[in-house]
Structure formats: structure tokens, C-alpha cells
């Protein structure tokens, strides 16, 4: 079942995100949390597509391996960076013959040491223009594209940022799936707005429970989501103590995704980072009618 048609029939849509692991051992590893997530029957996992493209087979070779070894669908995530039209269009054929029938198509972020997106000659701009040529080569993938609760780090304005979501769900996207937030606040404003705008396709929340205080201040230094004022205490009242770092992180993911399920999210979809203890801890803590 593609990725749209889960959305659409299915009560609540369970998803997890890996990304490609750099080492034999890490992969070993990754073997073992896949495994352990399972159980949990996600209707689909994605792996992240490294930066300037460092990552393309890796990328495909983890979902490839999902989806055979589970029968589990799988979702590719593809970005703009360093590549052609040409060299998008050759990773999607080859998706499509390793089994891969859903993509999240990506602008990406700028290469490192650079401060604003510059596409390659023969290359794409936007994450718009890269949905326009899936749909346009290969209709029936499943599209996925992402949406910012606390708005693009580059957008122009909320407003603006919004508007170019649109242009991605008009372009054919399936589906939007979040950047990280720690209020749900913001997801329901956002959630509100992209209706207002006319954006019908599902709004799905992105989770990524804390496990570790420096660990998030970096991500979130990064993709410029915030941590609410009495989370941040929490955390900085666990001291260096990692393991109560990660206790408060997974109440809080826990009392977030309960709340969103409440609210009648069509899913949830987790960063993982590789591991299932954190989501294993947050999944077993809610209550999902599925
Ligand atoms: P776009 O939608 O193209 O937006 C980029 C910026 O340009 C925004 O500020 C937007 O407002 C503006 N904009 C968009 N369209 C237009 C237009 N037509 N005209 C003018 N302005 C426009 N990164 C990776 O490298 N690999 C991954 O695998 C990856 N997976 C992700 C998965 C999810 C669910 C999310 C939320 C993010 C992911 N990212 C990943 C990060 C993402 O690549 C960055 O956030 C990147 O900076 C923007 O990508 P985008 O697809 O949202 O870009």
C-alpha cells in the first residue's frame, strides 16, 4: 500500500525515519533496532538522504532491505543537492526497480561552508520542482515533502513559507510531514493554517523524543525548532545526568504524541536516529486505536 493510500484509509498512521548507517557495526546495529521497531507494525519507514547526495545507494539499500526483509513499505527520501535533473531522475529508476514505490522529495539543505542554496547547473532550485518532475516520470509514487510548524530557517516569512508548501502540495506531494516541535501549540497553528490555505493533504507531526540535552540543542540549533521554556528546565535540571536527560525527554514525547493522537492526527511520524528504545518507551506509553 503506497504511502497516500495508507493516509487515506488507514485510522492512524504509524512511520519512522532511519538514516544510512556509516559503519559494518552501526549497521549490524541498526539490524537490531529495526527488528525491535517492528513490532510496533509501522505502515512505513523512510531513510534520509545524506547530504550532497554523499549517500544515494546507502539510502536505497536500507529501504530496499526494510521492505524485503518485513514486506514493510518503504519511503526514500531524495534531495536537490549537487544533483542534475539527469542524476534525480536515474536514483528514481532506480527506486522504482529496488521495490521503492514512495519518495520525500527535498530542497535539502545548502552544502556546508555555504550560506544560501545554489542548485548545480542543470539542477533544481526548489523542493516544488522536484515533486513536478516525480509526478511528471513517475506518477505513481507516493510523494511526501515537508512542512515547518516553526517556519523554513530561510523563509522570506511565515506566510511566504506556507505558500511554498502549497506549491509543493499543488505540484502533487501526498502528504507533509514535519520538522521537529516540542509544542503542540505550534503544530496546531500551523495545522490551522495550511487549511486556511487551502492545503488538504495529510499534516503529519514529526517526533523526535530527546534522549539527550547537547544532542538536541544541536539539532535544534540547526532546523530552528524551539524547546518550550518548562522542557528546557527539565532537561537542565538532569544535570549531566544522561540517563535522566533522556527520561524527561521521553515523558515529554510521551505526553505530546498522546495529546496529538487526542486531537485526531491522521499519524505520527518518528526520528528515530537508529535507535527503538526511546520510540519503544514512547509507543508503549500511549494509547493508539489503529
Ligand atoms: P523547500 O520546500 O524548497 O523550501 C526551502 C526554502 O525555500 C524555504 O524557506 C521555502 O519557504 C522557500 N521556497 C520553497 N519553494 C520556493 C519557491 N518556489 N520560490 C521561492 N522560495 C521558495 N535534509 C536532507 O539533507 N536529507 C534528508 O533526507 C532530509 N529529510 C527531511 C525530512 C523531513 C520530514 C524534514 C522536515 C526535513 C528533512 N530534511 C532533509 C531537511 C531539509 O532538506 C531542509 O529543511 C531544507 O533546508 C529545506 O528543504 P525543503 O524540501 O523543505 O525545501
Known amino acids: 500500500m503506497s504511502i497516500s493510500q495508507a493516509y487515506a484509509t488507514e485510522r492512524f498512521v504509524l512511520s519512522f525515519e532511519l538514516f544510512p548507517p556509516k559503519t559494518a557495526e552501526a549497521e549490524a546495529e541498526l539490524s537490531q533496532h529495526v527488528a525491535a521497531l517492528m513490532k510496533f507494525r509501522p505502515n512505513f519507514v523512510t531513510c534520509t538522504y545524506g547530504a550532497g547526495g554523499s549517500t544515494r545507494d546507502k539510502t536505497l539499500d536500507v529501504v530496499e532491505q526494510v521492505h524485503r526483509q518485513y514486506d514493510c513499505e518503504v519511503a526514500a527520501h531524495l534531495t536537490c543537492v549537487g544533483s542534475t535533473v539527469a542524476e534525480l531522475l536515474s536514483f528514481l529508476v532506480d527506486a522504482r526497480s529496488r521495490g521503492v514505490a514512495n519518495i520525500v522529495a527535498l530542497r535539502g539543505d545548502p552544502p556546508r561552508g555555504q550560506s544560501d542554496f545554489r542548485p548545480v547547473e542543470g539542477g533544481l532550485s526548489y523542493a516544488n520542482e522536484l515533486v513536478e518532475l516525480i509526478r511528471g516520470d513517475f506518477p505513481d509514487f507516493g510523494i511526501a515533502v515537508a512542512g515547518y510548524p516553526e517556519t523554513h530557517v530561510e523563509a522570506t516569512s511565515a506566510e511566504d513559507d506556507l505558500v511554498n508548501l502549497r506549491r509543493k502540495v ?16 505550534l503544530f496546531y497553528r500551523f495545522r490551522d493554517s495550511c487549511e486556511r490555505l487551502g492545503i488538504k493533504v495529510p499534516i503529519v507531526p514529526g517526533i523526535l523524543p530527546v534522549t539527550s540535552l547537547p544532542q538536541i540543542k544541536r539539532i535544534t540549533s540547526m532546523c530552528g525548532a524551539t ?35 487526542d486531537q485526531g492526527v491522521p499519524g505520527v511520524h518518528f526520528y528515530v536516529l537508529n535507535k527503538s528504545q526511546s520510540t519503544s518507551r514512547v509507543l508503549g506509553g500511549v494509547s493508539i486505536s489503529r
Do not use: K
Not at 502533487?172 to 521537529?180: E, F, H, K, L, P
Not at 532537561?235 to 544522561?242: F, H, I, M, S
Open 170 to 185: 499543488d505540484a502533487g506531494a501526498d502528504v507533509v510531514i514535519t520538522q521537529v516541535f516540542y509544542d503542540n501549540a
Open 227 to 261: 524547546l518550550p521554556g518548562d522542557f528546557s528546565d527539565q532537561l537542565a535540571a538532569a544535570g549531566d545526568d544522561a540517563e535522566a536527560q533522556c527520561e524527561v525527554g521521553v515523558h515529554h514525547a510521551t505526553a505530546q504524541v498522546q495529546d496529538l493522537i
